[in-house]
């Protein structure tokens, strides 16, 4: 028998929220690279007002954790989730940011010709969502293999960055008037990565919450 | 368009009356003799919810809580000014039925005190005063309220034996399930876990999360953390200089837990004094 099912129900809400937020910043990334590919200046100012709505998602959620803090003494699992929530939604606060950066850059690139067409900069996103899609499944089923193996496909994306990164470099070297559109694209791609870091972040609160130690599981090259 | 085409339109229900206040006392102060125990207390209780009281030994919260029944009209030399409204009425009218309103307001103590027989005779007893003798219906009642109670599972094939061989926490919510049988309105608890083990206790907190969609209940506790765990609003008390306990801060528990507005309430819950 359940004993202290109501709480429980609020504990499972929190989970609930989290796959929420996520899915509002999954989403917010993958249009700042639709705004990027088709130069929607309105999309990206869309989500650059959408924003707001992540941060609130996330003061909403702390909100509830330090009131079931306060209130229902959680312990051992139960308080380890909450703290692990609490890191959570920081981290899923910032990949929101990212796609604001990237929104940013839309808009400062304007209805200037595209350098390339994008094929490596769309897959880092779409990679870096499906991580980060996966690894609050994780979070949720308490699934430590699952976020160990999501965490080490963060090596991936930073591949990926790399060719892109490459790539640029070599467009730079061949005509420096491509200097200041391939820095933008350059640092769309940063913003990726970076994404993608705190994907891996969200990974070792999976592991932390389910072993109870704190370790570090997939170190990034950057 | 043919007006036979047009979609159904919505009809508007009429509104239910809603009674936002079960309780409220209006400037209450008890005098036990020459001595003030409580002053000018001020609070409103919603309908279907758990009100904590909490606050140092001798703050007055058993005898704020004793007042909603008038309980305390059985202490000699207690004196009670001010207004407590049941649903606007207020309970110390000469008018009012003291039987009838302990009936709508029900009692559960610290210590499980269950009558010296059988589990089916101590819920059917307050039914039984109140003049019902029809053993079909009171069967009914035996089972609808320990099945509220969370207690028919655990007892359901014991019904004639004698109360006083179940556990403590068996016997608190046979207490419960004895105060439901005469469908009351208002459920007050006086440090009901305080004889109970962890586990019994959060039993009981459990039941009362889920009475309170139906029931109003105001507890009383020394237990901190049980009330932040339990209820949706608190009460903090304390005793002014001259010991009269007064109502220092009333909100929402989650409020009075992570961010309260008095000092003093700060104080308390974080172990600064008490």
């Known amino acids: 028998m359940e004993i202290r099912a109501t709480y429980h129900k609020k504990l499972k809400g929190i989970q609930d929220d989290i796959l929420a937020m996520g899915s509002m910043s999954s989403k917010a990334i993958l249009n700042s690279i639709e705004a990027l590919k088709y130069r929607n200046i309105e999309q990206a100012k869309q989500i650059i007002d959408n924003d707001v709505i992540i941060n609130q998602k996330r003061f909403e959620i702390e909100e509830k954790c330090i009131e079931l803090i306060a209130t229902q003494q959680p312990m051992a699992n139960d308080l380890r989730t909450i703290v692990a929530v609490l890191n959570i939604i920081t981290e899923l606060e910032r990949i929101g940011d990212y796609a604001l950066g990237i929104s940013r850059i839309v808009i400062m690139i304007g209805d200037e010709p595209p350098l390339k067409p994008l094929i490596d900069v769309p897959r880092m996103a779409e990679k870096t969502v499906d991580m980060l899609r996966r690894s609050l499944e994780a979070f949720i089923n308490h699934d430590a293999e699952s976020a160990k193996q999501i965490s080490a496909e963060d090596d991936l994306v930073d591949n990926l960055y790399d060719q892109v990164y490459r790539e640029l470099l070599v467009f730079m070297m061949e005509d420096p008037k491509t200097i200041t559109r391939a820095t933008r694209l350059m640092w769309v791609a940063h913003n990726l990565e970076r994404a993608a870091d705190r994907v891996t972040n969200i990974c070792e609160r999976t592991v932390f919450v389910i072993t109870g130690k704190m370790e570090e599981i997939g170190a990034s090259k950057y | ?274």
């Not at chain 2, 876990?193 to 039993?203: G, H």
């Not at chain 2, 001259?242 to 104080?267: C, M, Q, W």
Request: net charge negative.
């Open chain 2, 1 to 274: 368009m043919k007006i036979n085409s047009l979609p159904p339109q919505p009809v508007k229900q009429p509104e239910a009356p809603v009674c936002e206040t079960k309780l409220r006392t209006e400037n209450i102060n008890l005098f036990y003799g020459k001595f003030q125990a409580l002053r000018g207390v001020n609070m409103e209780i919603t309908p279907c919810s758990i009100t904590a009281i909490i606050g140092p030994s001798g703050c007055g919260k058993s005898s704020l809580l004793r007042l909603f029944n008038r309980l305390n009209d059985l202490i000699p030399n207690a004196r009670v000014e001010g207004k407590i409204e049941l649903d606007g009425v207020n309970i110390y009218e000469r008018t009012i039925d003291v039987v009838e309103l302990r009936k709508r307001v029900g009692m559960v103590f610290q210590k499980p005190n269950p009558f010296p027989m059988s589990i089916y005779d101590n819920i059917v007893f307050g039914p039984k005063q109140h003049g019902n003798n029809n053993h079909a219906e009171l069967d009914k009642i035996v089972e609808k309220v320990l099945r509220q109670a969370a207690l028919w599972d655990e007892v359901k094939d014991k019904l004639q034996q004698s109360a006083l061989n179940l556990s403590g926490g068996q016997q608190q919510r046979l207490c419960i399930a004895r105060v439901l049988s005469v469908e009351p309105e208002v459920i007050l608890m006086d440090e009901p876990c305080s004889a109970l083990d962890p586990i019994a206790t959060l039993k009981i907190e459990e039941l009362m999360r889920s009475l309170a969609e139906n029931y109003t209940i105001v507890i009383v506790t020394h237990n901190m953390q049980q009330a932040a765990r339990v209820s949706d609003m608190a009460a903090f008390m304390m005793m002014a200089p001259d010991r009269a306990g007064e109502l220092v801060e009333y909100d929402e528990t989650s409020h009075i837990f992570t961010n309260p507005k008095d000092k003093r309430t700060e104080d308390y819950i974080t172990g600064r004094f008490g």
